[in-house]
């Protein structure tokens, strides 16, 4: 039922596409969590990358990267050893350094001024090695997670920081995807305009009149296995973004992977051919754009 709902709403955007004016609905959401399932340990694997130096030690730590990025807090769990933290900062720290060159930002982009969480082994749910909990606005990676899963629940904590800076009067467990799917009222504003450009290119077709590709192959998924998720407006434009992310010129297999050769990806869980270039131009468009203006202000 709840996915016979998701569907309309997405025909009802589309059906909706050229109006001027957007009205207040309700904005349905679940629990925001992500399920990237892996039991490997990472610690003592490599990865591969293609990015910059990012610092003049090998080393890191995650007091650097709390310093450099400004995070609201950074939490290690009690049975992380001192090793596994070591390794852990490290690629932490050129993934999020990476992320930040790729979307052309700055350190208050990638923390959100401060507003976001990191958990290292910790704050995690039983067989999901990363996932962004809107209540505590967090950030969690299991001891034991897999790789590439950082871009995907980055994009999560955006989505849900954003939301009350893009619409008028939504809740404060809001996607802002979510909230322009259900007709929320935009706030108007340039940067808010390119960033809904982009949920309508992941959404609906480029004429605006039927659901996209990714969304048919998310939904068709979902009724295979009898859940909602796929198809969900936060997950569909969180791997939209993996997507964008993995295309970029740095490649960071810790940041994201999977995009292009998975068994998700063979099933079209992720942007394909035209719709994926559409998309990386207006992701790109935005963030370039909101770069700039965070430099600006920071200046």
Same mark, same amino acid.
């Given at each position: 039922?709840? &996915?016979?709902?998701?569907?309309?709403?997405?025909?009802?955007?589309?059906?909706?596409? @050229?109006?001027?004016?957007?009205?207040?609905?309700?904005?349905?959401?679940?629990? &925001?969590?992500?399920?990237?399932?892996?039991?490997?340990?990472?610690?003592?694997?490599?990865?591969?990358?293609?990015?910059?130096?990012?610092?003049?030690?090998?080393?890191?730590?995650?007091?650097?990267?709390?310093?450099?990025?400004?995070?609201?807090?950074?939490?290690?769990?009690?049975?992380?050893?001192?090793?596994?933290?070591?390794?852990?900062?490290?690629?932490?720290?050129?993934?999020?350094?990476?992320?930040?060159?790729?979307?052309?930002?700055? /350190?208050?982009?990638?923390?959100?001024?401060?507003?976001?969480?990191?958990?290292? &082994? @910790?704050?995690?749910?039983?067989?999901?090695?990363?996932?962004?909990?809107?209540?505590?606005?967090?950030?969690?990676?299991?001891?034991?997670?897999?790789?590439?899963?950082?871009?995907? /629940?980055?994009?999560?904590?955006?989505?849900?920081?954003?939301?009350?800076?893009?619409?008028?009067?939504?809740?404060?467990?809001?996607?802002?995807s979510a909230a322009w799917l259900a007709d929320?009222?935009?706030?108007?504003?340039?940067?808010?305009?390119?960033?809904?450009?982009?949920?309508?290119?992941?959404?609906?077709?480029?004429?605006?009149?039927?659901?996209?590709?990714?969304?048919?192959?998310?939904?068709?998924?979902?009724?295979?296995?009898?859940?909602?998720?796929?198809?969900?407006?936060?997950?569909?434009?969180?791997?939209?973004?993996?997507?964008?992310?993995?295309?970029?010129?740095?490649?960071?297999?810790?940041?994201?992977?999977? @995009?292009?050769?998975?068994?998700?990806?063979?099933?079209?869980?992720?942007?394909?051919?035209?719709?994926?270039?559409?998309?990386?131009?207006?992701?790109?468009?935005?963030?370039?754009?909101?770069?700039?203006?965070?430099?600006?202000?920071?200046?």
């Amino acid at each position: 039922m709840e &996915g016979q709902v998701l569907e309309a709403l997405v025909l009802k955007k589309a059906s909706s596409f @050229t109006r001027a004016l957007f009205h207040g609905r309700k904005v349905w959401r679940d629990d &925001g969590s992500d399920r990237h399932r892996f039991n490997v340990s990472f610690h003592e694997r490599t990865f591969f990358r293609n990015g910059p130096a990012h610092r003049s030690e090998p080393a890191s730590s995650f007091g650097l990267i709390r310093r450099q990025f400004d995070f609201r807090s950074i939490e290690i769990g009690r049975w992380v050893t001192n090793t596994e933290r070591d390794r852990a900062a490290e690629l932490f720290h050129d993934a999020l350094c990476d992320l930040m060159l790729i979307l052309q930002g700055t /350190e208050t982009l990638i923390s959100l001024r401060g507003s976001l969480a990191l958990q290292y &082994g @910790t704050g995690g749910r039983p067989g999901v090695s990363a996932h962004y909990d809107p209540r505590q606005r967090s950030f969690a990676l299991a001891k034991n997670a897999g790789p590439g899963s950082i871009a995907h /629940e980055w994009f999560h904590a955006f989505d849900h920081y954003i939301a009350p800076k893009c619409f008028h009067n939504v809740p404060n467990s809001a996607f802002a995807s979510a909230a322009w799917l259900a007709d929320a009222s935009p706030i108007q504003h340039p940067l808010n305009q390119r960033l809904i450009a982009c949920f309508r290119a992941i959404l609906l077709q480029p004429n605006g009149q039927q659901p996209s590709a990714l969304f048919h192959h998310s939904a068709a998924m979902d009724k295979a296995l009898g859940q909602l998720y796929y198809s969900k407006p936060e997950e569909l434009c969180a791997r939209a973004f993996e997507a964008f992310v993995q295309d970029a010129s740095i490649k960071n297999h810790f940041l994201v992977k999977g @995009t292009k050769s998975s068994p998700e990806a063979e099933r079209g869980l992720y942007p394909q051919g035209e719709q994926r270039e559409r998309i990386n131009a207006l992701l790109s468009d935005y963030f370039i754009t909101l770069g700039s203006a965070l430099s600006r202000t920071r200046g």
